[in-house]
């Protein structure tokens, strides 16, 4: 896929702060809540913007929605630890991931399969960054031992892995969608 306009990048850029800002604050989700697409987003980001400085905003707006939610809408702050500073290299594995995938990405389903195939395993690899930083480095376990991050691994991977694709598979959708209306449009303007 080529490199988008600037007209479109913005658009893009514009959607995945929106989603991430509408989703971040309540982070696990509820009734009232869609849950935290932060992941996605920044897998998205890097399949469709690519730049390095597109990532290094979406990582100061992330810690600026963190830090809104915690002083002024009262939002806990348990996973605010030394940990946290490893948020960065965990959004990297999503958004270098897109980043590599996106010159094969095109409307057929087999690229599209492909961009979902990378970003489960970027999903993967994120989680493994930020929940085993936060388990080992994070002072929240008094004696962590590695049969009790295995079993939390287990326990919170899945639903973190399963939230990351829901959102990148609407994304891949809203591609396939767009890029179908593109090609008939030309056809339209050739008839």
Do not use: K
């Not at 990048?9 to 514009?14: F, H, Q, R």
């Not at 849950?35 to 920044?42: G, I, K, T």
């Not at 948020?87 to 492909?114: S, T």
Request: some cysteine.
């Amino acid at each position: 896929m080529q490199s988008p306009d600037r007209s479109t990048s913005l658009a893009v850029a514009t959607a995945l702060a929106v989603l991430m800002t509408a989703t971040r604050f309540g982070h696990a989700g509820d009734a009232l809540h869609l849950p935290d697409a932060s992941m996605a987003v920044f897998f998205l980001g890097g399949l469709y913007l690519r730049r390095h400085l597109a990532f290094a905003l979406l990582v100061a707006l992330a810690v600026m929605i963190d830090w809104a939610a915690i002083s002024l809408a009262g939002v806990s702050d348990f996973c605010v630890t030394p940990a946290y500073a490893f948020l960065p290299l965990a959004y990297a594995a999503l958004w270098y991931a897109g980043r590599a995938y996106a010159p094969r990405l095109a409307a057929a389903p087999a690229a599209l399969a492909g961009a979902f195939g990378v970003a489960l395993l970027a999903a993967a690899l994120s989680f493994a960054i930020s929940n085993g930083a936060f388990y080992w480095l994070g002072g929240r376990y008094v004696h962590p031992h590695p049969g009790e991050y295995l079993a939390r691994l287990w326990q919170w991977g899945p639903p973190f892995v399963r939230t990351t694709l829901a959102y990148v598979a609407a994304g891949l959708a809203v591609h396939a969608a767009l890029a179908r209306l593109r090609a008939w449009r030309r056809r339209e303007v050739r008839a």
